[in-house]
């Protein structure tokens, strides 16, 4: 019998991404890299990024520090006009004082798929990560609509958060060829995703891009779609998923530095618990 194709999809969340940092710097330790494709999404994209380039503990302090700083995340700026979230400035500084180690990326064999949406018609883009662009791809994944005022150009195309169209992209890794597929995600797996409670102001807030507002109204669809496939996959799959306990206590936007190291070490156990049944 030939070997099942393995992939590791993490999903992102903003700083619940704190959770995947410590899974995957938990993976590094105990020598756990040998998958076959790896797929993020926005803070999963970044994490993935870090643990392919062998940087343990790198995402640990970005989320820990530099996430945590009023420069990052900021309300005031946000209802003035400017970023909830600066991505501008967490890329600059992170990329200045602990950049992700592009070489070690670039000789690592194992394949990373970068998730965005398109804002032209609001559909997933896969996109192959390079050394190169790789600094822009996961930039891109992360960029929230709204919480970030900007977009990211790639290739000629105008991106977003890849979690609008496709959060958990565990579909596409079956559709890859993974039959032996692993999932971290950055909710309790019992959580479902609701519809938006004033689908109105959505569409007024992102009337500029109409197809990113559709895209965005049907999110948890998607959302739920997937939690479906990982509840029920084909019966030539595996599908085992890491997700964080009741007692996760980190939101998209937590500044607190106890929570967020709570959260590192649920991760790093949890991944732990998986190593164990593995």
């Known amino acids: 019998m030939s070997r099942r194709q393995t992939a590791l999809v993490v999903e992102g969340g903003a ?27 926005s803070a999963g994209a970044v994490n993935l990024a870090a643990f392919l380039a062998g940087q343990q503990r790198r995402n640990h302090n970005v989320i820990t520090d530099y996430s945590c700083r009023p420069e990052f995340i900021n309300l005031a700026r946000f209802l003035r006009g400017g970023h909830w979230l600066d991505l501008d400035w967490l890329w600059a500084i992170t ?17 990373l798929t970068v998730v965005t949406t398109r804002v032209a018609d609001g559909q997933a883009a896969y996109l192959k990560a390079n050394a190169a662009e790789l600094e822009q791809q996961i930039k891109a994944s992360c960029s929230v609509p709204l919480v970030y005022r900007d977009f990211v150009r790639l290739d000629g195309e105008v991106m977003t958060d890849g979690g609008v169209a ?14 032996d597929i692993t999932v971290v995600l950055s909710r309790p797996l019992g959580y479902r995703k609701r519809a938006p409670r ?12 109409p197809a990113l507002a559709r895209a965005s109204l049907s999110r948890h669809q998607s959302y739920n779609d997937a939690i479906d496939f990982i509840r ?44 164990g049944s593995a």
Request: include cysteine.
């Open 15 to 41: 700083m619940r991404g704190i959770f995947a940092a410590g899974v995957l710097d938990a993976f590094l330790a105990k020598g756990r890299t040998a998958f076959d494709h790896c797929i993020g999404v």
């Open 95 to 111: 990329i200045r004082e602990c950049r992700l180690d592009l070489a070690r990326f670039a000789a690592n064999p194992v394949p």
């Open 166 to 179: 496709d959060s958990i992209p565990v579909r596409h890794a079956y559709e890859q060829g993974a039959r």
């Open 198 to 209: 004033l689908p109105a102001l959505h569409r007024y807030l992102l009337r500029e891009t």
């Open 232 to 275: 029920q996959p084909p019966a030539d799959c595996r599908i085992r998923v890491i997700v964080p306990p009741a007692g996760f206590r980190v939101g998209r936007m937590t500044t607190d530095r106890g929570r967020l190291e709570q959260g590192y070490q649920m991760g790093w156990q949890a991944a732990l618990d998986y190593l």
